[in-house]
């Protein structure tokens, strides 16, 4: 027997248009950098989301599934393609603008883009790839920028808004199947070539309604959220989904995500959430202690993409900044965990632990922990396994071009069609998630497993590190041992044997996992998406680049 209920497809075009009738009053604002910010209602963004779509198709050629690529920071015009592709039935598909040249290329070529809309200031890092972007028939240029290096390629180039000035701000917008492709964004590939996610209308719609849970984000449009994470890194998180759905005012600060216009912004404009990578945050709270400013506004932080330091969550306590740690990946839409304490624990000692963990699954993600041997694994807190996950909104298989079968790697997919995320963790009895490692970051010394994340926290603890990694490194009597690289505060003393001591203090860290080999380092290499890059420090060691001691 089925259900008597109306069978809605739950589209992005659905969220286009209610963000816009019902939320039209809410602004999206983008930091300019010195001149006045620009800002547009959801009104506007809306309609010109529908010229964007006019132009596409009429002046374009857009049609079908054709794939749309953008080139862009976070701004409201990147804001409109993230709305005007999906409706019209096409895909859009973010470019990571950090990534090296030869795999950008490769991505376009291996997406078949047709159009790529470009921000005037990413141009220089366009033009040269774009000989070898043998599918782009259209480049459309959105702002300021010199366009000369474009000439003579194989594309047409267009101005953006130029294209959608006398475009019609209606669209008889597609009917969609929920399951068509809406959206793609490709892993950022530190193995093998990228993957390419494809995100379902459904999947977003659904990911969006978690987003704005209460036990998520839970914002009204009375908030306004600055959205550091790039548009390019996972949908922005979902961010301008989930908060056109609900009205809540976006601040978007395109290029300038360097912590002293951040701290300038958060003054002028005074968003009351904010979501970005710790690296992020950690340059925020150098600049507000060098130069304090009025931040008080912001009282909601949003900490994922990589483990939040326990030091980091203090300070920003301190500073009345709220921060809620979230675990996801490109795969995972990304939302996968929130670090949301239950109710018996809020105002106790151990609130604190709990908003440490990666966080809580939502109804919708299922999660199983697997052992080295394939076994399953108890949610006690203790035993730590692969972290595999299930749910609508989770990636089954990375996309193979669109004639040939979608692949799943037996190394990222079961048998039975969970998503391995790589992540090595236990749960709690009640679904919190703690993450002790990436798969391949774990050290494993004599046999046991010692968790590189665990000895970077306890390390950037210490007032004198301002960051910590610590890899594994060959050692012949136990097969793997850490090496810690360290970098050091402006004008710290602190020697490695210091840092020994107070990692060995109340037994923070157990005697046999304590470094002996130490090395100062200028800055921790990152990659594309912020994320301490440890194949960076690890080929760094191999190659004896590193003055490492041992102590
Ligand atoms: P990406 O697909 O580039 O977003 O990377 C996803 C990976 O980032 C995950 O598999 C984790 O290894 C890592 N990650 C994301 N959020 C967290 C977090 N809160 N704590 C620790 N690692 C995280």
Redesign the pocket.
């Given at each position: 027997m089925f259900s008597t209920m109306q069978d809605v497809p739950l589209t992005v075009t659905r969220i286009l248009n209610h963000g816009m009738r019902l939320h039209g009053s809410s602004h999206l604002t983008t930091w300019r950098g010195g001149g006045e910010p620009q800002r547009r209602s959801f009104a506007e963004v809306g309609c010109r989301a529908f010229q964007l779509a006019n132009a596409l198709r009429d002046e374009l050629g857009v049609q079908g599934a054709d794939r749309v690529a953008t080139l862009m920071w976070n701004n409201a015009e990147h804001v409109e393609a993230y709305f005007a592709i999906p409706a019209m039935g096409a895909v859009l598909h973010t470019l990571n603008l950090r990534l090296p040249a030869e795999q950008l290329a490769w991505i376009v070529n291996h997406a078949a883009d047709r159009v790529i809309i470009v921000d005037g200031s990413l141009i220089p890092l366009l033009a040269p790839l774009l000989p070898h972007l043998k599918t782009v028939e259209h480049v459309v240029v959105s702002g300021p920028g010199d366009r000369s290096p474009l000439e003579g390629a194989h594309a047409r180039v267009h101005d953006y808004e130029e294209l959608i000035a006398d475009c019609p701000t209606t669209f008889d917008w597609p009917e969609i199947d929920e399951r068509q492709a809406a959206a793609m964004c490709y892993?950022?590939g530190t193995t093998g070539d990228p993957k390419g996610v494809v995100y379902s209308h459904r999947s977003i719609y659904l990911h969006s309604m978690q987003v704005n849970m209460t036990q998520s984000m839970g914002l009204t449009d009375q908030d306004t959220t600055l959205i550091v994470v790039p548009q390019f890194?996972?949908n922005a998180w979902g961010l301008p989904h989930a908060l056109f759905m609900t009205g809540v005012n976006m601040l978007m600060p395109d290029r300038f995500l360097q912590p002293a216009p951040l701290a300038e912004m958060i003054e002028a404009e005074r968003p009351t959430h904010a979501a970005a990578v710790p690296t992020i945050w950690q340059g925020l709270l150098a600049e507000l202690t060098a130069k304090p400013r009025d931040v008080s506004s912001l009282t909601q932080v949003t900490?994922?993409?990589?483990?939040?330091p326990p030091a980091l969550m203090e300070a920003f306590d301190k500073l009345g900044m709220r921060v809620c740690?979230?675990?996801?990946?490109?795969?995972t839409s990304?939302l996968g965990t929130v670090s949301r304490p239950p109710a018996e624990v809020v105002g106790t000692e151990r609130e604190f632990a709990y908003r440490l963990t990666?966080g809580r699954f939502p109804a919708s993600v299922e999660a199983r922990l697997t052992g080295p041997g394939g076994e399953r694994l108890p949610w006690d807190g203790e035993s730590a396994g692969e972290l595999e996950v299930r749910g609508p909104w989770i990636a089954g298989a990375y996309y193979n071009g669109p004639d040939r079968e979608p692949l799943r790697p037996a190394d990222k997919f079961s048998e039975d069609g969970w998503l391995k995320?790589?992540?090595v963790g236990t749960i709690s009895a009640d679904g919190f998630l703690t993450?002790t490692d990436?798969a391949k970051d774990v050290i494993k010394s004599g046999g046991e497993w010692i968790s590189s994340?665990e000895l970077e926290n306890a390390l950037m603890s210490h007032p004198d590190v301002a960051e910590a990694a610590v890899v594994a490194v060959p050692d012949d009597k136990w097969g793997e041992r850490p090496l810690a690289t360290v970098v050091l505060k402006d004008g710290s003393t602190a020697d490695f044997e210091t840092l020994r001591t107070f990692l060995a203090a109340e037994g923070k860290i157990a005697k046999w996992q304590l470094p002996e080999r130490w090395t100062v380092i200028e800055s921790v290499p990152k990659t594309s998406?912020g994320?301490f890059d440890k194949k960076v420090l690890r080929r760094r060691y191999a190659d004896g680049d590193l003055d490492v001691t041992r102590l």
């Open positions: 892993t950022s890194h996972v900490i994922g993409g990589s483990a939040c740690h979230a675990w996801g990946m490109t795969e990304p990666q995320t790589g992540d993450l990436r994340v998406v994320k």
